[in-house]
């Protein structure tokens, strides 16, 4: 395959590959986009994350998808960063420098929590061409597992996705407004207490999603009073996505929460 037939960039006699960042979604190869799928089947090399890239990889591999690029796996695990977001960046401008194609393979999407916006950055600020190919975010997909709209109609009209690293202190408005948490099962407990103390109250609405598509996906729903200790009796560990707010009692795993509320709400008109 030649650079013209490849698209490649070719500066003098040096051939310039590029980049493509391509969002993942939360690990099924189904909703890999086909604009993704494409890039995967063009790529000579692979950069790929361990959270929904590698599903990814996995399910399109079992689905009889032979991609032909060489897969270089700089996957995070909890509090370890295999290879450092620098050297990613600087992997990443080196193998487009020798001309390959490259497909950075993100979990979620890109541009959301992903770094995605440094990476691009990085490389164009090293003459690389960078192509963004959106991808469907854990933060929205995964609460849709257990039944759960991030906004509807009556209950909810915005929402706010933040991780469990972030300063939520000044998160104001109430059940109306939903609040994703991603990342946050390590500081879970004073995110809970947290937003407990505004509007929402300690009877909150709360559910989390481990291992959205996973083979280990489970539902655990709560309220922000008792969630914390739900889920250290429970065992919940990363990945997991928690939602907070009046859209939780949607779900089909909240039923035991709907009743006991509406026994609540009972005893107080009482």
């Known amino acids: 395959m030649t650079a013209e037939t490849r698209g490649d960039v070719v500066r003098g006699d040096v051939v310039r590959g590029d980049v493509v960042l391509v969002g993942a979604g939360p690990g099924d190869a189904g909703l890999l986009t086909i604009r993704g799928l494409r890039a995967l089947e063009a790529a000579d090399v692979i950069v790929a994350d ?48 020798d001309g390959k194609r490259v497909v950075r393979l993100k979990g979620g999407d890109p541009f959301i929590f992903g770094r995605g916006g440094e990476e691009l950055a990085f490389c164009r600020d090293h003459g690389i061409d960078v192509e963004v190919v959106p991808g469907i975010t854990s933060a929205i997909s995964v609460p849709a597992i257990a039944g759960i709209p ?23 408005g109430g059940r109306d407004h939903t609040v994703v948490l991603l990342m946050g099962i390590g500081t879970l407990a004073n995110s809970a207490i947290t937003l407990a103390r505004g509007e929402r109250g300690g009877d909150c609405p709360v559910a989390i999603v481990e291992d959205g598509y996973g083979p280990a996906q489970r539902v655990t729903v709560g309220t922000l009073d008792t969630i914390a200790l739900q889920a250290a009796r429970r065992g919940i560990r990363s990945p997991a ?22 026994t609540h709400r009972k005893a107080q008109q009482q």
């Open 150 to 172: 991030l906004t509807h109609r009556g209950l909810a009209t915005t929402f706010t996705v933040v991780t469990g690293h972030d300063q939520i202190q000044s998160l104001g």
């Open 50 to 97: 361990r959270l929904g890239a590698r599903g990814v990889l996995d399910g399109l591999a079992a689905e009889g998808v032979r991609l032909r690029a060489e897969v270089v796996d700089v996957g995070k695990l909890p509090g370890h960063h295999a290879v450092p977001q620098d050297a990613i960046n600087a992997l990443l401008v080196t193998l487009a420098r």
């Open 241 to 262: 996505v928690v939602v907070v707010g009046d859209v939780v009692a949607l779900s089909p795993y909240a039923e035991p929460l709907v009743e006991t509320s509406a």
